[in-house]
């Protein structure tokens, strides 16, 4: 199974768990954007490389797993994976953002938008059973 973690900057740690775990599984992780993490380059060519190399990863995708907190571009992540019909794993350490209040969102509740509930070893085991 290829997957893309898409969260925000300061999860990076939590991202590189998540992979490790599941690659121990076998699946192969299309981008690790968490290897710029800390992000030391700030520059347009660094910025849009890095765009593209996460759009490719994207594509190359079977499941987008996004972790929240999310960042800035994970909602464009998120949108990449519902216009490219790719199944998304929305994961929460609560149920908090799954209620119909101000913390949710519509593109949430889409027919490809898949909600997890736990930590990332929770969500790793949930995910390993597909």
Same mark, same amino acid.
């Given at each position: 199974?290829?997957?893309?973690?898409?969260?925000?900057?300061?999860?990076?740690?939590?991202?590189?768990?998540?992979?490790? /775990?599941? %690659?121990?599984?076998?699946?192969? &992780?299309?981008? *690790?954007?968490?290897?710029? +993490?800390?992000?030391?380059?700030?520059?347009?060519?660094?910025?849009?490389?890095?765009?593209?190399?996460?759009?490719?990863?994207?594509?190359?995708?079977?499941?987008?797993?996004?972790?929240?907190?999310?960042?800035?571009?994970?909602?464009?992540?998120?949108?990449?994976?519902?216009? /490219?019909? %790719?199944?998304?794993?929305?994961? &929460?350490?609560? *149920?908090?953002?799954?209620? +119909?209040?101000?913390?949710?969102?519509?593109?949430?509740?889409?027919?490809?938008?898949?909600?997890?509930i736990g930590n990332t070893e929770?969500?790793?085991?949930?995910?390993?059973?597909?």
């Amino acid at each position: 199974m290829n997957f893309y973690i898409a969260s925000s900057l300061i999860n990076y740690e939590q991202v590189r768990n998540l992979s490790r /775990l599941l %690659k121990n599984a076998g699946w192969e &992780h299309t981008y *690790d954007w968490t290897l710029h +993490c800390p992000v030391k380059e700030t520059d347009v060519e660094a910025l849009k490389s890095i765009g593209e190399k996460e759009y490719e990863g994207i594509k190359q995708s079977d499941v987008v797993i996004i972790l929240t907190p999310q960042g800035r571009g994970t909602h464009t992540e998120l949108g990449i994976a519902i216009a /490219l019909n %790719k199944k998304v794993y929305l994961c &929460h350490h609560d *149920d908090t953002y799954f209620k +119909c209040d101000d913390n949710t969102s519509t593109f949430y509740w889409l027919s490809q938008v898949n909600q997890l509930i736990g930590n990332t070893e929770d969500i790793a085991s949930e995910l390993l059973k597909l």
